[in-house]
């Protein structure tokens, strides 16, 4: 499948599903404008999602989104998928939301219709997914980027919040995530400016995990994707949610959170499998249970 794919085309996808017989998780009929998706690693158990829509440097128009969040869904429900990777081009992971769509949009439609409502799905996917940010992660493009579990950039990545620029604020999460991430004085300089950050910088400060070359990213990515995917996926997602409640609970609450969470390991196959193949000195057979 990845010979087959590996220039990510429609067409391709639609074949590498017939020839693999995946009848779970791709529809057939699956045909993104905006995304190429296919699946990576060894034992083709991460999910890619290339965001492709290069001549606006992967502003993330409405349809992008859509597609976005229905390639997050198939991956989700596909149970041979451990983990999934969201990447961009060697340009642009994402020069933002798109500010053609949004240029006339009035108060009324914004409010009244929820606008961008829907891009929180990303950071609601209970399987891990890793993003991969060569180029330009600005405005939107960031935010998507700190949805992700883990950021790895190419060395000449740049993160941004230039909103300001445009005379509005971040609105999916950078004022927050980003604060999160790398604390106030450089978030503050970031959202009040619009001054993007390198890689280095972006790494120094917490904000990614790895700086890798521009061309080995994605498989950088896509490795760190199969080590996750070789573990238990329930357990997994539940390491996830114990990490993730860390933004969001006072520290008694979410180690309460995690005891609980730890303890309900004791009650699943794979703790045990874990466990026993350590103690018998042989390697781990994970059944997802
Ligand atoms: C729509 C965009 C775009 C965007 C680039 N393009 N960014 N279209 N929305 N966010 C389009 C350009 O209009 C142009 O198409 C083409 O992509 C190439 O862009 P250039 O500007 O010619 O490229 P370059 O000179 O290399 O400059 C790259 C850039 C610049 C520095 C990334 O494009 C830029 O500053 N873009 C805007 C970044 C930004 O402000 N992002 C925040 C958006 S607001 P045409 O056809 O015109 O030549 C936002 C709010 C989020 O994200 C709120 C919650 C989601």
Redesign the pocket.
């Known amino acids: 499948m990845a010979t087959l794919c590996r220039g990510f085309s429609r067409i391709c996808l639609h074949k590498c599903v017939i020839q693999q017989g995946l009848h779970r998780g791709y529809s057939a009929g699956a045909a993104y404008q905006y995304i190429l998706v296919e699946k990576k690693g060894k034992y083709q158990n991460v999910g890619l999602i290339q965001l492709n829509r290069p ?3 992967n ?1 993330l128009c409405d349809g992008l989104m859509t597609e976005l969040n229905q390639a997050l869904e198939t991956f989700e429900g596909d149970p041979h998928v451990g983990a999934i990777v969201i990447t961009g081009s060697e340009k ?1 992971f994402a ?6 769509e949004m240029q006339n949009r009035t108060f009324q439609e914004c409010y009244g219709g929820s606008f ?1 409502s829907h ?1 929180n799905r990303v950071s609601t996917v209970k399987k891990p997914v890793i993003a991969a940010v060569n180029g ?1 992660a ?3 493009g960031c ?1 998507l980027a700190m949805m992700c579990d883990i950021i790895y950039a190419g060395e000449k990545a740049q993160f941004g919040q ?2 300001i ?2 005379g ?1 604020i ?3 999460g950078g004022t927050q995530r980003l604060t999160r991430a790398v604390g106030k004085s450089l978030a503050m300089e970031m959202v009040l400016t619009g001054d993007r950050v390198s890689a280095h910088d972006a790494k120094q400060a917490g904000l990614v995990s790895k700086v890798c070359p521009v061309d080995k990213l994605v498989d950088e990515a896509i490795i760190c994707g199969e080590k996750i995917a070789s573990n238990s996926k329930l357990i997994v997602s539940m390491a996830k949610e114990a990490v993730n409640a860390a933004f969001e609970l006072p520290l008694t609450e979410g180690n309460r959170l995690e005891k609980r969470l730890f303890h309900s390991t004791f009650a699943t196959d794979d703790r045990k499998e874990g466990m026993t193949a350590f103690v018998e000195k042989r390697k781990t057979n994970f059944t997802d249970n």
């Not at 020069?95 to 053609?100: E, S, T």
């Open positions: 001549k606006a440097l502003a642009a020069a933002g939301a798109d500010i053609k961008l891009w330009y600005l405005g939107g935010e230039p909103e620029l445009l509005t971040p609105g999916a």
